[in-house]
């Protein structure tokens, strides 16, 4: 099995600029997460998907902010206009419905916006 | 909220035991232990449901007092491998992984 794969790894890009993360979740699994990791915040969800259906986008910090799943294989996170305070490590996780089931995080996007 | 970890760090030599603690103000029905290195994506340890105990990972378990609505974390005869961050990730369904919330972090490093 691949794993959560996520890309770019990296991604550094100017204050106004449009940025995309990319997450291919683990087949089989029915939930998606993102994630955000800062030194201040810790770990924050910002939005989890079921069967492809967003269930709770609370912790989108702001309608700079927006995520789709157009299928089960695929997901975007999309920040427009980007600002430096944006910059963190962005994880993607996928789960299963079935009983104990854990996170399953791919390697993440470090996004600078300078 | 987030859950809260103690001790935020600790150092060890190699053979010791460490606990770490996660506290919830919220009433608890799963908690997941993940650990991260340095630049990696968090591991899966284990998970604790309500009402159980489950041991999963090496010489690594963990406990469940759902009526103090904490976990604790146990790291028998620590090994140079253990270093690294770990998070409690409470959830509010048994089970499913869905909607956790991570705790603040302890940071563990395990020397010669």
């Known amino acids: 099995d691949a794993g959560v794969i996520q890309s770019p790894r990296h991604e550094v890009t100017e204050m106004g600029q449009e940025v995309t993360l990319r997450c291919k979740p683990i087949?089989?699994?029915?939930?998606l997460f993102w994630y955000r990791q800062t030194m201040m915040r810790g770990l924050e969800l910002l939005i989890y998907?079921?069967?492809?259906?967003?269930?709770?986008d609370s912790g989108m910090p702001e309608d700079r902010f927006s995520a789709k799943m157009p299928n089960a294989s695929f997901s975007t996170l999309k920040i427009q206009p980007s600002e430096p305070r944006d910059s963190a490590v962005y994880f993607c996780?996928?789960?299963?419905?079935?009983?104990?089931?854990?996170?399953?995080f791919g390697n993440g996007t470090r996004l600078t916006v300078t | 909220q987030q859950p809260v970890q103690s001790p935020q760090a600790v150092i060890l030599r190699e053979g010791e035991d460490a606990v770490i603690n996660c506290s919830s103000s919220k009433a608890l029905y799963s908690v997941h232990w993940y650990r991260q290195k340095h630049g990696e994506a968090p591991v899966f340890l284990m998970i604790l449901l309500k009402g159980g105990e489950q041991k999963g990972h090496e010489k690594i378990s963990a406990s469940f007092n759902e009526k103090k609505q904490q976990s604790s974390l146990y790291l028998t005869a620590s090994q140079l491998s253990y270093s690294g961050t770990y998070f409690c990730?409470?959830?509010?369904?048994?089970?499913?992984?869905?909607?956790?919330?991570f705790g603040t972090g302890t940071r563990l490093q395990v020397t010669l």
């Open positions: 087949s089989g699994h029915d939930y």
């Open positions: 990730g409470t959830g509010p369904f048994t089970g499913t992984a869905s909607k956790l919330t």
């Open positions: 998907f079921n069967n492809n259906v967003p269930i709770d």
């Open positions: 996780a996928s789960g299963w419905t079935g009983g104990n089931s854990p996170l399953h």
